[in-house]
């Protein structure tokens, strides 16, 4: 299937899917369908047998589909070709990003455990964190991109903490976390009988820019809904790793029953196609706004991961662990909310709208928006001010994003 070892992109198109078994069609159809039918009732036993665990899969042995709570061809195959690009073993593809984070959140954490957790995260990850899990016994203790190795150790030491749970960059400011480093204090907690496991969400870089299981995560999450998604028309979510976690992370989900329907799978497979041309677009676009943004007298400060600074220790983090900027790029305008909301109103091509990673181009206020439920203190230390503007860059022409940016800057 893969004799030159191609690239995933190359493998997008065909991977994983049997035209013979579809009439020939040269696209997976849309498998709508809640049943499968069994040839024989020995057959639909077997079936059973290998789902349930009561015995080993013989080494040729296809699992076989019983009903598309559990699997269905689109999810299957989807699956499959996410695995490609993050290296993983196994993935779980999930109605929405959130379903994705909560069900790793119940899998490995149990009442009186503790979740490390970095600050800022995703608006929906922090309440699951502090509104929710507390309601279970689970404690969320958290950390910021300065604090050192001791620091973190510091609070986390004798807290029973079972998960070490990453965002980076961290959304809207465009922090970035260690990963060896979250790796080594996950092995600093865990211990053989009892490991800490650490889980990444890489939605911000998607799974073209950042690999978390070759940086020592054990589990890579996405809000499928942003760029493997990529066109702002579905919510999806997933999550890698290898065949042992991600076995308890497909059993909840059977459970929970929050597997994503096979439209859903069909229409992300039709998105994986294009997604490195799409994200590497979308960088290439970002890096030219990112530039212009920098020399404009009405912007104080850029956030964008191509102007770090040589020498800094984010720029370290940087060169070791993405390949590229990404298409996020947030700044801070001279002024306050007032001066923010008059250039968001008056944006043209740009849509004002939350999400991110899509083909047209977003721009968002965080602190009114997307993470108005953060406390004042929290936005303060993380840099979450009035003057900050978020834009997720699409795919359009940059002179013409690069255009509206000015006239709405004009009219500040
Ligand atoms: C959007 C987002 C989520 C939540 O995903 P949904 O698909 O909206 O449920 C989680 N993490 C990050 C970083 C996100 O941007």
Redesign the pocket.
């Known amino acids: 299937m893969n004799p030159r070892n191609f690239q995933p992109e190359s493998l997008m198109m065909s991977y994983g899917y049997k035209p013979e078994l579809s009439e020939g069609a040269i696209k997976c159809p849309i498998f709508q369908t809640s049943t499968f039918v069994f040839k024989s009732a020995q057959e639909g036993k077997e079936f059973f047998e290998l789902a349930y665990g009561k015995r080993e899969k013989n080494p040729d042995e296809q699992p076989g589909l019983i009903y598309s709570r559990l699997n269905n061809p689109d999810l299957q195959i989807l699956e499959e070709r996410l695995c490609l690009w993050d290296g993983a073993e196994k993935c779980a593809v999930f109605e ?4 994705a ?1 909560s069900t790793v959140l119940f899998e490995f954490l149990r009442p009186g455990d503790s979740l490390l957790y970095s600050m800022p ?2 608006g ?2 922090d309440h699951f964190i502090n509104k929710v899990l507390p309601q279970y016994g689970i404690k969320g203790i958290g950390f910021s991109p300065g604090d050192s190795k001791e620091e973190i150790l510091k609070k986390a030491r004798n807290k029973g903490v079972k998960l070490v749970y990453v ?1 980076t960059p961290a ?1 809207p400011t465009n922090a970035l976390f260690d990963l060896n480093l979250c790796r080594e204090i996950a092995d600093e907690l865990g211990t053989k009988d009892s490991p800490v496991y650490v889980a990444v ?1 890489n ?2 870089m998607g799974p073209l820019w950042q690999h978390p299981l070759k940086l020592g995560a054990d589990l890579v ?1 996405y ?4 760029y493997i998604g990529g066109h702002s028309d579905l ?3 997933a999550v890698l790793g290898n065949a042992d976690l991600m076995q308890r992370v497909l059993t909840l989900r059977t459970f929970l029953g929050n597997m994503a329907g096979p439209w859903t799978g069909w229409l992300l497979m039709r998105s994986l196609e294009t997604l490195k041309v799409r994200m590497t677009q979308q960088a290439a676009n970002a890096s030219q706004v990112a530039d212009f943004l920098a020399g404009h007298p009405k912007v104080e400060k850029v956030h964008y991961l191509g102007h770090l600074e040589p020498g800094s220790d984010q720029y370290r983090i940087f060169k070791n662990q993405l390949t590229s900027a990404g298409a996020m790029v947030s700044f801070d305008i001279k002024g306050a909310e007032k001066e923010a909301f008059k250039f968001l109103d008056a944006l043209k091509l740009f849509h004002l709208a939350v ?2 990673g899509s083909t047209e181009s977003l721009a968002e206020h965080p602190a009114a928006m997307t993470h108005s439920d953060v406390s004042e203190e929290d936005r303060k230390n993380l840099g979450i001010s009035e003057k900050l503007i978020r834009l997720s860059i699409g795919v359009e022409n940059y002179q013409d994003l690069i255009w509206d940016i000015e006239q709405a800057l004009n009219q500040v």
């Open positions: 929405s990003g959130m379903s984070i995260v995703y929906g990850t965002e959304n969400d939605t911000y999450l809000s499928a809904t942003k919510i999806a979510g999400s991110l």
